[in-house]
């Protein structure tokens, strides 16, 4: 399994906003490193069919998202940076409710799930109104959420943004937990540096462009940096801290 994007570009206008990105995931933690305005949201537009570039390509496996949409939708689960949670409803419904777009029975969506909510301490509170849920509950709900159909890819645009430290490491720990034990590829979009590890590959996005891309530790040797802030440094020219 791999989704591939080569030679991807956007523009809102006139003003250029992705300049021929290309990569390709595997299964495994993968992190989307870049500031705030790089174009990590942009990118996850189009990954998740929502826009439609002029220029580029995207697979996932042997499919192509412009022409079979569906099916790659189908095996892609999506946390967006704006929470889509209907306050009014419980957990329990939104899950449901969500499970019936993928043509889920409730049965079954609620076997796939329960695993993931027992580990992300959701179980219990399957019948409580979503907005009775602090933030941090709230994106796990996502996460479970995201995950109901076992997509073989889950995309994450700056998930632990707004959270607690506690929140934030339940989250990330559980996110790399599942990529590792059930083969997962994860991207995790994120400004946060100290969120990715030596061992994550990491695509490196800088206005637009991707300015490295590899495992991270290698990476941090490649451009002799101890860590991957100086690396960021480093490669963006930037100086202001992240
Ligand atoms: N709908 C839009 N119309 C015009 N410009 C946009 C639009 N959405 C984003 N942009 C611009 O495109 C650039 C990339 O934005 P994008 O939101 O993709 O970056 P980002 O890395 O996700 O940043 P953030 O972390 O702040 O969300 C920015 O300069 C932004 O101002």
Not at 132 to 152: F, K, Y
Not at 159 to 187: F, M, Q, W, Y
Not at 213 to 222: I, S, T, W
Request: hydrophobic share 40%; proline share 2%; aromatic share 4%.
């Amino acid at each position: 399994m791999s989704l591939r994007v080569i030679d991807l570009s956007y523009d809102y206008g006139r003003q250029p906003v992705l300049k021929s990105l290309s990569f390709v995931l595997s299964s495994g933690f993968n992190v989307l490193l870049g500031p705030n305005g790089a174009g990590k949201s942009t990118l996850f537009s189009l990954l998740t069919g929502l826009y439609e570039s002029r220029q580029g390509e995207i697979t996932f496996s042997d499919l192509d998202l412009k022409a079979q949409k569906r099916q790659v939708l189908a095996r892609m689960g999506v946390v967006f940076q704006q929470s889509t949670l209907d306050l009014d409803l419980t957990v329990q419904q939104n899950l449901l409710y969500h499970a019936s777009l993928h043509g889920l029975s409730s049965q079954q969506a609620m076997n796939n799930v329960s695993g993931i909510l027992e580990e992300l301490q959701l179980l219990n509170r399957l019948d409580d109104r979503v907005r009775s849920l602090n933030g941090g509950h709230r994106r796990r709900l996502e996460i479970a959420r995201a995950l109901m159909h076992q997509p073989q890819v889950l995309l994450l645009d700056e998930p632990t943004v707004g959270l607690d430290n506690d929140s934030r490491n339940l989250i990330v720990e559980h996110i790399r937990e599942l990529a590792k034990k059930r083969g997962i590829c994860i991207l995790w979009a994120t400004h946060l540096m100290d969120e990715v590890q030596s061992g994550d590959q990491l695509i490196l996005l800088d206005k637009g462009e991707v300015k490295a891309q590899g495992k991270a530790g290698d990476l941090c040797q490649q451009h002799d940096t101890d860590d991957v802030y100086q690396l960021y440094r480093k490669l963006t020219q930037t100086v202001e801290i992240m």
